[in-house]
């Protein structure tokens, strides 16, 4: 014979259970929400007599040199860094012998290379213009490297790029087996303009062909010496660069290694002695528009290897006055899943010299 329980009890029964299901289920999500991010295994670094008196920050800055100094320093708070198994001030003079024990992530202790550069950028430091799924469009300064030129530099374009893809979640290294966001054009270090950057391989494969067919339309601003006549033409001549010293030599006529160069021009504002130009490059070789200005007779304000070195103590300008300022996506030819980019254009927010020398602001020319 079975006893049945009275209904008030079996309904307060199923209410405690429920209740300790909640509770369990709680308990579970907070724990999940509480995980600290995962770190590597320990390591050790016993500090040695040529490194003793070093400040503790400085020292770990020179052990772990892709470690950015945000993150060194907030490990160093958070005890993730250690001096002896305590925790330490980052002032901390170290002493022969102390041991630091070190809880950072493995890919920080990788020989620094280009690639992995990105890790060392704590915030990424980048000037929009567009963006969306497949492409970023950059306006790079004067003084800032695409890529690093022959010594190891994080404060890249592409590093800037890679770390800002990586903070979103759009790009994730461990699980990429051979692409890294790359970027489609270069600039010179000291020339500024916009840049495109590609977020994913199909991306930079189309835009690849499109720079290499010409398909998209670069146009610069210059400041040069003198006034350009007539006010509008046309520079079609071959270059021949010279690798070893780094240097484009006009030639008027083919020879071995001497590359066709195509330039339009269109002069648009007269200031004294300075003009401002709008250069419409149909090739694109090394140096282009500032050899071929300077071989014209109007070398660029500030150009310090074709320019005119009296010319430019006059200004004080330390760069070539010269700026990517407008990219035009023509895609005369399908552009599979850039398509949606055809026709779009896009402009620098402002160019430095057109305002200082010329006053122009708005760069709709």
Not at 204 to 227: F, M, P, Q, T, W
Request: a positive charge; one cysteine or more.
């Amino acid at each position: 014979m079975i006893s049945l329980l009275p209904l008030h009890h079996v309904f307060a029964s199923a209410i405690c259970l429920a209740r300790g299901m909640l509770l369990l289920y709680n308990t579970c999500c907070i724990r999940r929400q509480a995980q600290p991010e995962r770190i590597s295994f320990m390591k050790e670094l016993t500090v040695s007599t040529n490194d003793a008196g070093q400040r503790l920050d400085r020292f770990v800055g020179k052990a772990v040199p892709l470690l950015p100094e945000s993150l060194l320093q907030k490990y160093i708070r958070l005890k993730r860094i250690k001096l002896n198994n305590r925790g330490a001030a980052r002032d901390t003079r170290l002493e022969t012998g102390d041991v630091l024990q070190l809880y950072i992530n493995d890919e920080f202790f990788e020989k620094p290379r280009e690639d992995n550069a990105w890790l060392k950028v704590g915030t990424p430091r980048l000037q929009i213009v567009y963006e969306d799924e497949n492409i970023l469009l950059l306006d790079k300064k004067p003084g800032i490297l695409c890529h690093s030129a022959g010594v190891w530099d994080y404060n890249t374009l592409i590093a800037n790029v890679q770390a800002y893809m990586a903070g979103k979640g759009e790009w994730k290294p461990k699980e990429e087996n051979a692409f890294a966001p790359a970027l489609c054009n270069r600039i010179d270090r000291n020339t500024g303009g916009l840049v495109i950057a590609a977020k994913n391989a199909a991306a930079l494969r189309i835009l690849n062909d499109k720079i290499r067919d010409r398909e998209i339309e670069k146009y610069y601003l210059c400041a040069v010496h003198g006034r350009p006549r007539p006010p509008e033409g046309r520079l079609e001549n071959f270059l021949f660069k010279d690798a070893k010293k780094n240097q484009v030599f006009v030639r008027n006529k083919p020879e071995p290694g001497a590359k066709t160069a195509v330039t339009e021009y269109r002069l648009l504002k007269t200031q004294g002695a300075l003009s401002l130009v709008e250069c419409h490059l149909l090739t694109g070789r090394t140096h282009q528009i500032r050899v071929q200005m300077a071989h014209a007779g109007w070398p660029l304000l500030g150009d310090g290897k074709y320019g005119s070195e009296r010319f430019n103590k006059d200004y004080a300008e330390k760069g070539q006055a010269l700026y990517s300022y407008r990219l035009v996506f023509s895609f005369p030819t399908d552009a599979g899943v850039l398509n949606y980019l055809k026709g779009k254009e896009f402009r620098a927010e402002r160019v430095d010299f057109a305002e200082k020398y010329f006053g122009i602001t708005d760069l709709v020319l």
